[in-house]
């Protein structure tokens, strides 16, 4: 039987340098419950250093975890990226890093990137900025995150900064480009007005959290038999009766 699931499916954590120190587990997924979501993704910027343990504490609240990232890629475009198990996220991860400039971060301008364990005690902190982009053009990280197993899609395309809209002025035809993010505040109907190419896209809404109170402040519902990867993927390419549904 289908039903709905609210989904957030872009969320930092302690590690993003632009997220608040109080972004952590509990936090977060104490939130998450408040706001009614069923799916969580933690979509730190080009790592998911931190991605286990917030799985663990996601499965504590009875939440389906996703493990996710925001690549920046090198013409400066955020990227989401979803995986379809914990194996094949992690390995992506390894490569995502060692495409990384190596820039330090300085936490005195950015922001400390914090690891953490479940127990939200601090192991330690990202040296390499991850707020910089990774040397991966567009097309060439989304050809990665599908050969590793996950799929992607541009975030927040309705924005005036790091969108793929605001870098290149359109969207590129990519077959593997379904999906399009927008940020919470986008209304879909005037945004198609002004981008009637992108009618045939499916959107994805979620809160892009920085801060706790911002968690589920956007959101998907996916109508789905169950909460997986592969029933998010018939959602969003609309098969078998599986679709999205987006509140503006």
């Known amino acids: 039987m289908l039903k709905w699931y609210r989904a957030d499916l872009h969320i930092h954590s302690v590690l993003s340098p632009c997220g608040g120190l109080d972004m952590s587990p509990s936090v977060i997924f104490g939130n998450a419950k408040k706001q009614g979501l069923d799916i969580v993704a933690i979509t730190d910027h080009n790592s998911m250093k931190n991605s286990g343990v917030y799985e663990k504490v996601a499965q504590n609240y009875g939440l389906t975890y996703f493990y996710g990232v925001e690549i920046q890629t090198a013409e400066e475009i955020h990227l989401i990226a979803i995986f379809n198990n914990k194996n094949n996220a992690l390995a992506f991860d390894k490569k995502l890093y060692s495409s ?111 801060y706790p ?22 959602a969003l390419q609309k098969k078998d009766g599986r679709k999205t549904r987006i509140v503006s």
């Open 213 to 234: 109170n911002e968690v589920g402040t956007g959101y998907t519902e996916f109508y789905i038999k169950n909460p997986c990867f592969d029933e998010i993927m018939y």
């Open 100 to 210: 990384l400039l190596p820039i330090k971060n300085n936490p005195d301008f950015f922001g400390d990137q914090v690891i953490i364990d479940e127990n939200e005690n601090i192991l330690g902190f990202e040296e390499i900025a991850l707020i910089n982009s990774s040397m991966w053009s567009f097309d060439e990280a989304i050809d990665e995150v599908k050969n590793s197993g996950g799929f992607s899609f541009p975030a927040h395309v309705d924005a005036t900064s790091f969108s793929v809209i605001a870098q290149l002025g359109f969207v590129p035809e990519n077959p593997n480009i379904f999906a399009l993010g927008v940020t919470k505040k986008c209304k879909i109907d005037e945004f198609l007005q002004k981008y009637p190419s992108l009618k045939s896209y499916s959107f994805i809404k979620n809160s892009d959290a920085h």
